[in-house]
């Protein structure tokens, strides 16, 4: 039967007030995408479309030179020289995408960009449905666009590293495991737990999720019913079968995958000497002292320094995680900390990042040094968090301000990084790629040479001692920043050209030789190359001495 309406009930509500009916529908189709997995949907589009871009926009940046080594071990086991590969670099997985990707017919360099923008693409998924299970699919939208935002994420993709592979399958672990945890069986039990041996393949630090995950089962079975009986005897059964594993081949010389930090490290806990550096840089602190103003006094800065070392470490750590955060997302981050309760999922994903962050804290006391992709995967974890708490600073009450100018400064600050990208299409430094295609066209090409940046012969594709059949390229690395001795170990070794790679700021500081002369010079807006060779280089090479 037809509906009866009112005649003085506008039925064609689009002719009495179109505008706002329009305005309506827009914000409903809005709230329609953010309220369903489309929204999800729209997020890999946009970044599909966006990561291309930044594919298309990098094709002639010079490779990192990390990626230098991973694609030299991939061009080493394309060629079947499996051990070579190895001992170029023992961590085989992520060469193996690289060879796989080129046989296809990808560039190295290309292969390399399009695994990182992949994988950080696909890493959206995880991260969406971790949100969406905990706190709804709006949250979700929030959580995954806090994702793809940052400018690091973005600098990531159109690089050469192991970190966004890690990234993936380190999440889609979590996923997997949460999704375990309510409601376990052996099937899953066995997935989730065999999905966390991957990203042990791509970063070493990947490896304590192994052990955590069945001790997390038996952790939470001591008090839920539902975890009880053959899901413990299955966690069990795991984790004794990996330490029986680890201690069979616990101490022996095993580089495969680095296995061999892993039992260093274990032996630097049992005997107590892991703190051998800290201690070192501590008695370097200590030795500043009698530089102060009045040595006299207590409390000067380098005591101070050398006291609260460990604090300075533990705001450096935290300071870097931040950067590589987005500081602005700390906010939305505490809020959703605040505002949600913890239960057996959300516990684990926070004990998983606390063991996370104390190997962080851990590394960088014991080797003086982190950065920003070394905790990127901690940060990746709280993400969710990042989402309900978005939602719950838009739908907070607002005293002082109209609701559209606070929810448009917040919209603001959280789009904020947009504002950095203009420096991913910076016309980058090319003086690499220069001197790389100088060299592979040079009738010199064919010299032994020394050098300290293995992009060059890499783009001119002269063999690379220890990584290629052939050592017409050896690599110079200086602990001091000083190149001077270069000479010396290149006359020792014979090699007719030196290459150089400096800061523009010290490039008036070249090392002057007395054996090697300038042939030729690329300078850049902050990178300058020289090619320096013997008499008889230069008669091959032909003088230049010009900037190119």
């Not at 992520?94 to 695994?115: C, F, K, N, T």
């Amino acid at each position: 039967m037809m509906e009866m309406v009112p005649e003085h009930y506008p039925q064609n509500n689009m002719e009495n007030h179109p505008r706002r009916d329009n305005g309506h529908q827009w914000a409903a189709r809005s709230s329609s995408i953010l309220d369903s997995p489309k929204g999800l949907y729209v997020l890999i589009g946009i970044g599909l479309l966006w990561k291309a871009f930044l594919l298309f926009s990098s094709a002639s940046k010079a490779p990192n030179t990390d990626g230098v080594i991973y694609m030299m071990a991939a061009k080493a086991m394309s060629g079947g020289r499996f051990l070579d590969s190895l001992n170029i670099y023992p961590m085989p997985a992520y060469p193996a995408m690289l060879a796989l990707l080129h046989s296809l017919g990808m560039e190295w360099s290309l292969s390399g960009r399009i695994i990182s923008s992949l994988f950080l693409l696909l890493a959206q998924i995880p991260i969406y449905h971790i949100t969406r299970r905990w706190f709804g699919p709006r949250a979700a939208f929030w959580a995954t666009l806090a994702f793809m935002l940052p400018y690091f994420s973005n600098k990531m993709a159109v690089s050469i590293y192991r970190g966004p592979p890690f990234i993936f399958f380190f999440l889609v672990a979590i996923y997997a495991l949460l999704i375990t945890l309510e409601t376990p069986n052996t099937r899953r039990m066995l997935a989730a737990f065999s999905l966390s041996l991957v990203p042990f393949c791509f970063r070493i630090e990947g490896a304590f999720i192994i052990p955590l995950f069945p001790l997390a089962f038996l952790f939470y079975s001591v008090r839920e019913k539902d975890l009880k009986g053959w899901p413990q005897i299955v966690a069990f059964l795991w984790l004794v079968s990996i330490i029986a594993i680890g201690l069979m081949f616990f101490g022996a010389p095993i580089e495969l995958n680095r296995l061999s930090s892993i039992t260093e490290t274990v032996n630097h806990l049992v005997h107590l000497d892991f703190l051998n550096q800290y201690k070192e840089i501590y008695h370097q602190i200590e030795s500043l002292e009698p530089l102060s103003p009045d040595p006299s006094q207590n409390q000067n800065f380098a005591e101070i320094a050398r006291h609260f070392l460990w604090l300075i470490y533990l705001i450096g750590l935290i300071q870097c995680m931040a950067a590589t955060f987005y500081p602005f997302y700390l906010i939305p981050l505490f809020y959703g900390l605040k505002g949600t309760k913890m239960d057996r999922e959300r516990s684990f994903v926070c004990i998983t990042f606390f063991i996370y962050f104390l190997i962080l804290y851990f590394h960088i006391i014991t080797h003086d040094y982190s950065g920003k992709r070394f905790v990127w995967g901690a940060v990746s974890l709280l993400y969710p968090w990042v989402g309900i708490g978005s939602i719950i600073l838009l739908n907070r009450p607002i005293k002082p301000l109209p609701r559209w100018l606070y929810t448009a400064i917040f919209l603001t600050l959280f789009f904020f990084p947009l504002a950095k990208y203009p420096m991913l299409f910076e016309r980058p430094d090319h003086v690499s790629v220069e001197a790389g295609m100088w060299l592979a066209n040079s009738p010199c090409k064919g010299l032994r040479m020394i050098g300290n940046d293995i992009r060059i012969p890499f783009i001119a594709g002269i063999p690379i001692e220890g990584m290629d059949e052939g050592d017409i390229y050896k690599n110079f690395v200086s602990d001091t920043k000083e190149y001077a001795p270069i000479e010396g170990m290149a006359l020792e070794e014979r090699r007719d050209l030196i290459i150089l790679k400096l800061p523009v700021k010290k490039s008036l500081h070249f090392p002057r030789f007395s054996k090697y002369i300038l042939i030729r010079k690329f300078q850049g807006k902050r990178r300058i190359v020289g090619i320096f060779g013997t008499p008889k280089a230069v008669k091959l090479c032909g003088k230049g001495g010009g900037i190119s």
